[in-house]
């Protein structure tokens, strides 16, 4: 399976916080490239962080949620979601989302995990095979407290 990551940046959009109540329900992620967004839309797991800004022009990076995603829509009317994405991913409608959040988001101390987001662009990217093991063993980690969507 492919995974995807995705890049919420709190200077542009705010914290995660803003959005969980409704991801908590339907968890979704904005996007603007392509073939990215297609192919995560084909039962292809997203991994959200928070990219937050830090002294001397550094950036942080914090996984708020992951979700299989199955669903890729572009805004009704046309235009752009939040002004800004050609394309919403989600979870199908009317079933219980596969995956999970944190109530606080997890900060990425994994070197390499790091470094990877540091060099990748903002827009929806595949996530390299070997990082996403770094990944699942922090959504697994009890000590975090993962919860899955309801």
């Known amino acids: 399976m492919t995974a995807f990551a995705v890049k919420h940046f709190v200077d542009d959009l705010g914290p995660l916080s803003r959005v969980m109540k409704q991801v908590k329900k339907a968890p979704y992620s904005y996007a603007s490239n392509e073939p990215e967004a297609t192919n995560a839309a084909l039962g292809n797991d997203i991994y959200v962080f928070e990219v937050r800004a830090e002294p001397k ?27 800004q994405f050609k394309f919403k991913n989600a979870a199908r409608a009317c079933e219980q989302a596969e995956g999970c959040y944190f109530d606080t988001p997890i900060e990425i101390v994994e070197p390499r995990l790091g470094a990877w987001l540091g060099e990748n662009r903002p827009a929806m990217a595949e996530i390299p095979p070997e990082l996403v093991p770094a990944l699942d063993r922090l959504l697994g980690d009890p000590a975090n407290n993962a919860k899955a969507f309801a």
């Open 57 to 83: 022009g550094l950036r942080s990076y914090w996984l708020g949620y992951k979700f299989r995603a199955f669903e890729k829509y572009p805004p009704a009317g046309g235009g752009k979601w939040l002004e």
